[in-house]
């Protein structure tokens, strides 16, 4: 559906029942950086109206770095693309994490004015999004002081956002069936003395992402009171490369 035909009818929807329309986009494997370029020109389509947006995706091999004081040492960022990821500077909250296949990645761009909601509220219903979907899937997830969603002294699900003229970008990352050796290459969100979990870790079996979106797709109507609808997958644009921190 063209920008200004989405737009309008969003505006429509809402106002004839009152809830956020938000459209689902599948964008299947991506590199980190065409991740980027895509939240982007959903973001910008919010200049027109409410154009709220969930794009779901898994990454190739990256490790991403958020706000922070001071920049990390380029001997440890040298050391993590000779593991054959890449290395990403972010604007989202949070420090350095691991993005890869068997993960689920969600980007939630949503105008938060049409929730009627600030950024507080919005990161806490991210957290019951993600802790519903573990218990319909039978894993007992909760927050804790730290971001994210946890089992036990284990992160399940980092979660990392923007938001710009209430505008929200970025979004969470669930371990579905994720190779967490990863993750043993760094001190995953800075936070020390913590481990890393997943889905299929914790039930003992394969969680693929396909068998895990349908759950998170129903957390999140429930959880955010909005409706959602199929988008198109957007065409990949060409030398989509990577660019390093």
């Not at 691991?98 to 957290?127: M, S, T």
């Not at 759950?215 to 198109?232: I, K, P, V």
């Amino acid at each position: 559906m063209q920008e200004g035909n989405q737009n309008l009818y969003q505006i429509q929807f809402w106002m004839q029942t009152g809830r956020p329309l938000v459209e689902v986009v599948r964008l299947g494997l991506v590199s980190y950086k065409e991740g980027l370029r895509l939240q982007q020109a959903y973001v910008d389509r919010h200049r027109s109206g409410p154009a709220h947006a969930l794009l779901l995706c898994q990454h190739s091999p990256v490790y991403t770095t958020g706000i922070r004081n001071k920049p990390y040492p380029a001997p440890l960022l040298d050391r993590l693309r000779l593991l054959g990821a890449d290395v990403h500077r972010t604007n989202r909250g949070g420090l350095i994490t691991f993005h890869g296949p068997g993960q689920l990645v969600c980007y939630p761009v949503l105008h938060l004015g049409g929730f009627r909601k600030g950024v507080r509220w919005y990161v806490g219903q991210l957290e019951k999004t993600v802790i519903s979907l573990c218990s319909r899937l039978g894993v007992e997830a909760a927050t804790s002081p730290h971001t994210g969603v946890w089992v036990g002294d284990n992160k399940i699900c980092a979660i990392g956002i923007h938001c710009g003229r209430y505008v929200t970008s970025h979004g969470l990352a669930l371990n579905c069936n994720t190779d967490l050796s990863w993750f043993g290459h760094i001190v995953p969100c800075g936070i020390e003395g913590k481990g890393v979990t997943s889905l299929s870790r914790e039930l003992q079996r394969d969680v693929s992402v396909e068998e895990t979106i349908p759950h998170l797709l129903d957390a999140f109507r429930e959880q955010f009171s909005c409706q959602l609808t199929e988008g198109e997958t957007p065409e990949p644009q060409q030398n989509s490369g990577v660019s390093s921190a």
